[in-house]
């Protein structure tokens, strides 16, 4: 009992004290976001659920994700029927901030019960680290200051994400594995940086047989391609069916945002974005050309293109490109030798690859490297010491988004607390050469 105190119930409960103190903290215009949503999800049929502008922050969500607004008005209603108002622009009455912000926590239940199952599934002599790792992510300081002070609804997200990597342990769970994940796309479309592992994994475990990549296994084959279809039919069915696919998709991919988000993350664009602001100065001196347009250009977050004054323009196909290469390297290895905790490590590098090559990255997509990659930190001591920078430097990237005085304080002290405390508990814990038993070979075909 003592090695898995506390537990991740007990954990969760004192955490949700916690956030509830955070209930009137900053907010940024997503909690405007969301709000909207809300009005749009309840006053308007499905069908304009998607051309409806009247905000400029129309839905960018896929569908599940919309559905998932139009049960949470069923309840605003009769918590604040203003909040539901397209009109209201900016509204935020006290008890719609109370609203939304508790949404956000009881919907983190997602991912209490997926890092439960994840303990719970782990072997016995894996108790004590999965635990730890578990609470790590539980604690976050990205889902803090993302959720909980920034307002999104990752924790429920990343939930989701989680129980299907958790559900991937075992052959007799691989498909619903691959549906929960189809779900996930249908909720937000960003983990399709990750769809590539999945793509390889499930191939060679679950449609390809245990000896041979020639022996292909029908029945899985049909019931996985049968299920898929079946998840994105319902997310997406009634759209095709109004014509509308264009539209949808031309919402959850707006290029014309521009290579870099407004606030940089820390990622290749960011480095070259910054070298095109030096080289403004130096390119005279060089005889290099420098483009007026370039010149007053600046990352934006709603809508507008960035352009360069010195370097080459960088297209959407290019960063395209460029995370797919590298999401290869570590593919090819998945696929002759697929196990799950390679495919673990393959879902953290294809984030990584994203988050690094990316188009228009945000600065929380970092998450998508962080809380996969917490699921193998405690493997031995080599991937420790590949976790320690990531989580330092991925938290402190984050810090931006919270820019006003009251909340400095916060961010700093959770994020040291939680540095120390888990960087500590998992330097004690991980193992100095052999890695701890977690899954050597593909889950096995019964």
Same mark, same amino acid.
């Given at each position: 009992?003592?090695?898995?105190?506390?537990?991740?119930?007990?954990?969760?409960? =004192?955490?949700?004290?916690?956030?509830?103190?955070?209930?009137?903290? $900053?907010?940024?215009?997503?909690?405007?976001?969301?709000?909207?949503?809300?009005?749009?999800?309840?006053?308007?049929?499905?069908?304009?659920?998607?051309?409806?502008?009247?905000?400029?922050?129309?839905?960018?969500?896929? *569908?599940?994700?919309?559905?998932?607004?139009?049960?949470?008005?069923?309840?605003?209603?009769?918590?604040?029927?203003?909040?539901?108002?397209?009109?209201?622009?900016?509204?935020?009455?006290?008890?719609?901030?109370?609203?939304?912000?508790?949404?956000?926590?009881?919907?983190?239940? =997602?991912?209490?019960?997926?890092?439960?199952?994840?303990?719970?599934?782990?072997?016995?002599?894996m108790k004590r680290t999965a635990q730890t790792a578990a609470l790590s992510i539980l604690l976050s300081?990205?889902?803090?200051?993302?959720?909980?002070?920034?307002?999104?609804?990752?924790?429920?997200?990343?939930?989701?994400?989680?129980?299907?990597?958790?559900?991937?342990?075992?052959?007799?769970?691989?498909?619903?594995?691959?549906?929960?994940?189809?779900?996930?796309?249908?909720?937000?479309?960003?983990?399709?940086?990750?769809?590539?592992?999945?793509?390889?994994?499930?191939?060679?475990?679950?449609?390809?047989?245990?000896?041979?990549?020639?022996?292909?296994?029908?029945?899985?084959?049909?019931?996985?391609?049968?299920?898929?279809?079946?998840?994105?039919?319902?997310?997406?069915? *009634?759209?095709?069916?109004?014509?509308?696919?264009?539209?949808?998709?031309?919402?959850?991919? *707006?290029?014309?945002?521009?290579?870099?988000?407004?606030?940089?993350? *820390?990622?290749?664009?960011?480095?070259?974005?910054?070298?095109?602001?030096?080289?403004? $100065?130096?390119?005279?001196?060089?005889?290099?050309?420098?483009?007026?347009?370039?010149?007053?250009?600046?990352?934006?977050?709603?809508?507008?293109?960035?352009?360069?004054? =010195?370097?080459?323009?960088?297209?959407?196909?290019?960063?395209?490109?460029?995370?797919?290469?590298?999401?290869?390297?570590?593919?090819?290895?998945?696929?002759?030798?697929?196990?799950?905790?390679?495919?673990?490590?393959?879902?953290?590098?294809?984030?990584?690859?994203?988050?690094?090559?990316?188009?228009?990255?945000?600065?929380?997509?970092?998450?998508?490297?962080?809380?996969?990659?917490?699921?193998?930190?405690?493997?031995?001591?080599?991937?420790?010491?590949?976790?320690?920078?990531?989580?330092?430097?991925?938290?402190?990237?984050?810090?931006?988004?919270?820019?006003?005085?009251?909340?400095?304080?916060?961010?700093?002290? $959770?994020?040291?607390?939680?540095?120390?405390?888990?960087?500590?508990?998992?330097?004690?814990?991980?193992?100095?050469?052999?890695?701890?038993?977690?899954?050597?070979?593909?889950?096995?075909?019964?």
């Open positions: 009992m003592a090695a898995t105190f506390p537990s991740i119930a007990q954990t969760a409960l =004192v955490a949700a004290a916690l956030k509830i103190l955070l209930l009137p903290a $900053y907010r940024s215009t997503d909690f405007e976001v969301h709000r909207n949503w809300l009005a749009i999800t309840h006053s308007f049929p499905v069908r304009e659920w998607y051309y409806e502008k009247t905000s400029e922050w129309t839905l960018d969500y896929p *569908p599940f994700f919309a559905y998932f607004e139009w049960i949470l008005s069923q309840l605003a209603q009769y918590a604040d029927p203003g909040m539901l108002d397209v009109a209201n622009l900016g509204y935020s009455s006290w008890k719609t901030v109370y609203f939304q912000r508790f949404t956000v926590i009881v919907t983190e239940l =997602v991912l209490v019960f997926a890092l439960q199952l994840f303990v719970r599934s782990s072997p016995t002599p300081p990205g889902l803090l200051i993302i959720d909980h002070i920034h307002f999104q609804y990752n924790g429920f997200l990343y939930g989701v994400l989680l129980l299907s990597l958790i559900l991937a342990r075992q052959q007799s769970t691989l498909l619903l594995s691959a549906l929960t994940f189809a779900a996930l796309l249908c909720l937000k479309h960003i983990y399709l940086y990750l769809a590539p592992a999945y793509f390889v994994y499930l191939l060679r475990a679950y449609c390809l047989g245990p000896r041979s990549v020639f022996q292909i296994q029908f029945g899985n084959t049909v019931k996985l391609g049968v299920g898929i279809l079946s998840v994105f039919g319902a997310a997406l069915g *009634p759209f095709f069916y109004w014509g509308q696919i264009e539209q949808l998709l031309g919402r959850l991919f *707006p290029f014309s945002r521009g290579l870099c988000h407004a606030y940089w993350a *820390p990622n290749v664009w960011a480095m070259y974005s910054f070298t095109d602001r030096i080289l403004i $100065y130096v390119a005279p001196r060089l005889g290099l050309e420098v483009k007026e347009a370039g010149l007053n250009s600046a990352t934006r977050g709603l809508i507008g293109d960035t352009s360069f004054a =010195v370097l080459p323009e960088i297209p959407p196909r290019t960063t395209f490109f460029l995370t797919l290469f590298f999401q290869i390297i570590c593919l090819i290895k998945l696929f002759f030798q697929p196990s799950w905790e390679r495919f673990i490590g393959a879902v953290t590098l294809c984030g990584y690859a994203s988050f690094l090559f990316g188009w228009h990255v945000h600065e929380k997509a970092i998450l998508l490297v962080i809380i996969p990659f917490s699921l193998l930190a405690l493997r031995d001591r080599r991937y420790l010491g590949a976790f320690r920078p990531l989580a330092v430097s991925g938290h402190v990237s984050l810090f931006p988004l919270l820019f006003t005085i009251a909340e400095f304080p916060i961010k700093i002290v $959770y994020t040291l607390f939680w540095l120390i405390l888990f960087l500590l508990a998992f330097d004690k814990l991980a193992p100095s050469y052999e890695p701890l038993p977690l899954t050597t070979t593909a889950p096995s075909h019964k």
